[in-house]
Each structure stands twice: as C-alpha cells, then as structure tokens.
C-alpha cells in the first residue's frame, strides 16, 4: 500500500500540483499516475487530493501523508548506510557532555568538523555543564563521553578517565574595586563585605559544590564565564578567574590580582567515559585527546603550561 514506487508518485503529485505534469517527470502515462493515487486513496480510507479540472491541491490528509513520506522515504535511503554503521561498531548516536570551563564554540566546532568526516551517519549532541553537573550527566544521563569532568579520579568503576590538565585560578578584581585602595594585606573580614560571583553548579543526583565562597559571604551567581568576567570587569563582586582568561585583563591593568585568605586551588580536569559502551567514534575522540590532536586543540585555552 505505502511501498516505495506509490510514495515517490505521491510525492510528485503533490509537487505538481498535476497528474500529468507528475507523469511527464516520471516518465508515466497519465493514466497509471492517476490510477496509483486512486487506488491509494482506496486504501488509505481517505482522499488525499481535492480534484479540479486545471490541477489537484492537497487536502489535510494529503498535506500529513506528504510530512511523512519523506520522512519514511529519507529513512529507507539512509538505512544501507546505518546497517554498515552499526555493523562496523560505530554508533548511531553519541552525547557528549562538556564542562563550561572548556565549552568554547570554535572547539566544538573543529572538533564537529573532523568527526563529520569520519563518521558522517553518526548523530552528534553536545551539552554544557557546570562542576560536577558533568560527573551528574556521564553517571546518570545517556551520554557516551564527557570533556572536563573534575578531578583525578573516576567516582565509578565503570568509568574510566583520561588526564586533561589543570585550570589555575586567580583572585582578581575590577582596577576600581574599593579594595585596591587599601593599604597592607587583604582579610577574610575584608572580603565578606563583598559579594562573590560565582556559577551555580548544575549537579542534580550529586551533591552540588560551590567553587569558593567565605562564611557569611553575599554570592551573585551568573549563567556562564563569560558574564562572571564581565561582572569582575564591572567591579560589581569578587572571586577567582581562571588565569588564561584573565591574563590579559592583568596586563592591561583592567583588573588587579591579590594574594587573599584561602586561595584556590589548581582544578584538574579529565576526559571521561563508560567502559562498557564505548563504539567507535568515542574511540576517535578519546585518541585525539590523548596524543593531543590539532583537532581538540581548542580545549586547551585555560590549562596552565606543562
């Protein structure tokens, strides 16, 4: 009823607007085009087409038939393909989950581009998270791989992980911030009276973190890094920016950097994945990171040298 041959001439119909300009294209008499649709109209229970002397328009059936046809027809197309795909051990579909340190659009960009080539049938999602809202994603969700998950070591023994390298981190703060302007050594009473700007961590099964925060201490908290470094640029809280961020922001002295009560430390980060389900493009990308491709190399903007 709904085979190949009878959707194609259906679709032409439709396109047409004419049995008989859909015939001329699909080199067929008028005749049998007519009789296709006839008898899959019979079929289906309901007419497809309102018929006129001068052409056929779609009804609302016809218009959802046409939705679907293309969508069935682009399936039955693409099938060979994903029957090689799934033959060879690559997959259908890869998540990947990356932390908002390293979410940087030009690296998901390159890194789009050389796994399109490679494996062109593979659907690729990508997702950004915050602390250990990546660790929560990888454990919980679907997803095959994760960029950035914090530490240096797997919080499961059916995930394993590859070292990354470490974010540094700087207390650094508008070059008009009142506490520029005082005299001798930064306190922790000194910096209470100031709100932090920090970044909600995304954690939703896991406990969530706070990146560095004083007791007692007001917090502003922001969608993404892009506006906690405009928020310490506007001199409006305080906290840590990852050092190559803010480094040329130092140097140009649009913000200063001081030595404060509780510094943070360095945050390692990893590439992580499920061992049990891991297909072939997941491979690909785990070997790019791991010899340090030109491919992934838009990851590495925040890691500190060596």
């Known amino acids: 009823m709904l085979d190949h041959e009878t959707l194609r001439t259906f679709l032409m119909v439709a396109e047409c607007n004419s049995f008989s300009n859909a015939a001329e294209k699909l080199h067929k008499t008028t005749a049998t085009i007519s009789y296709r649709i006839k008898l899959l109209e019979e079929n289906v229970g309901v007419a497809l087409f309102h018929r006129t002397t001068r052409s056929?328009?779609?009804?609302?059936?016809?218009?959802?038939?046409?939705?679907?046809?293309?969508?069935?027809?682009?399936?039955?197309?693409?099938?060979?393909?994903?029957?090689?795909?799934?033959?060879?051990?690559?997959?259908?579909?890869?998540?990947?989950?990356?932390?908002?340190?390293?979410?940087?659009?030009?690296?998901?960009?390159?890194?789009?581009?050389?796994?399109?080539?490679?494996?062109?049938?593979?659907?690729?999602?990508?997702?950004?998270?915050?602390?250990?809202?990546?660790?929560?994603?990888?454990?919980?969700?679907?997803?095959?791989?994760?960029?950035?998950?914090?530490?240096?070591e797997t919080l499961s023994e059916s995930i394993a992980?590859?070292?990354?390298?470490?974010?540094?981190?700087?207390?650094a703060i508008a070059a008009h911030h009142p506490l520029n302007a005082l005299d001798g050594p930064i306190?922790?009473?000194?910096?209470?009276?100031?709100?932090?700007?920090?970044?909600?961590?995304?954690?939703?099964?896991?406990?969530?973190?706070?990146?560095?925060?004083?007791?007692?201490?007001?917090?502003?908290?922001?969608?993404?890094?892009?506006?906690?470094?405009a928020a310490h640029l506007a001199g409006v809280g305080i906290g840590f920016l990852p050092e190559a961020l803010c480094r040329h922001y130092l140097e140009s002295g649009e913000l200063v950097a001081h030595t404060v009560p509780f510094m943070r430390a360095p945050s390692p980060l990893c590439l992580a994945w499920p061992t049990y389900q891991t297909g072939k493009a997941v491979e690909f990308i785990i070997e790019l990171f791991q010899r340090q491709a030109p491919e992934v190399a838009g990851f590495n903007k925040l890691f500190s040298a060596g």
């Open 56 to 152: 056929v328009l779609l009804t609302p059936a016809g218009a959802h038939l046409v939705e679907r046809s293309k969508e069935w027809l682009s399936w039955l197309e693409a099938m060979p393909g994903e029957l090689r795909q799934v033959h060879d051990g690559v997959e259908r579909q890869v998540n990947i989950v990356v932390n908002n340190l390293l979410y940087e659009p030009q690296a998901i960009a390159q890194l789009l581009k050389a796994l399109a080539k490679h494996f062109p049938l593979t659907q690729f999602t990508f997702a950004r998270q915050i602390y250990m809202g990546v660790w929560d994603t990888l454990l919980h969700d679907n997803y095959s791989l994760a960029i950035g998950v914090s530490g240096r």
């Open 187 to 229: 306190t922790e009473s000194l910096l209470r009276q100031y709100p932090v700007i920090n970044i909600e961590d995304s954690a939703r099964h896991l406990t969530k973190r706070v990146a560095w925060r004083l007791p007692g201490q007001r917090q502003i908290q922001v969608a993404d890094l892009s506006t906690k470094l």
């Open 161 to 171: 992980i590859h070292p990354l390298g470490e974010v540094e981190w700087r207390f």
